[in-house]
Nanobody, 126 residues
């Protein structure tokens, strides 16, 4: 199971850190991803991080502002969000998959992910 938390209301230019705690063992064998869904829009990829090598990949819209990281000892993945913009307003979901792909690109699609958190709402005011 995945549980995401850390969302809230923040002014434009502010920062938030989302966390996603995973239960169970073998967390380090799962690639992790963050996705988001704004009202009336489809779910979109935000960032992904590999298993033990922690290779990261970002959506163009967040690259340079967001940082994904993981702590395998704590079974937790993080999304540090800086320079937030009103267009970042969405429900943010974490996801996990045991599938391995040689290219991070395949993790930008929601289909490979087997487990999803419940989502945490991020609202950025202008």
């Amino acid at each position: 199971q995945l549980q995401a938390f850390g969302g809230g209301l923040v002014q434009a230019g502010g920062s938030l850190r989302l966390s996603c705690a995973a239960s169970g063992r073998a967390f380090s064998t799962y690639a992790m991803g963050w996705f988001r869904q704004a009202p009336g829009k489809e779910r979109e990829f935000v960032a992904t991080i590999g298993r033990s090598d922690s290779t990261t990949y970002y959506a163009v819209s967040v690259k340079g502002r967001f940082t994904i990281s993981r702590d395998n000892a704590k079974n937790t993945v993080y999304l540090q969000m800086n320079g937030l913009k009103p267009e970042d307003t969405a429900v943010y979901y974490c996801a996990a998959t045991p599938k391995y792909y040689s290219s991070s690109y395949y993790y930008t699609n929601p289909n490979p992910y087997d487990y999803w958190g419940q989502g945490t709402l991020v609202t950025v005011s202008s």
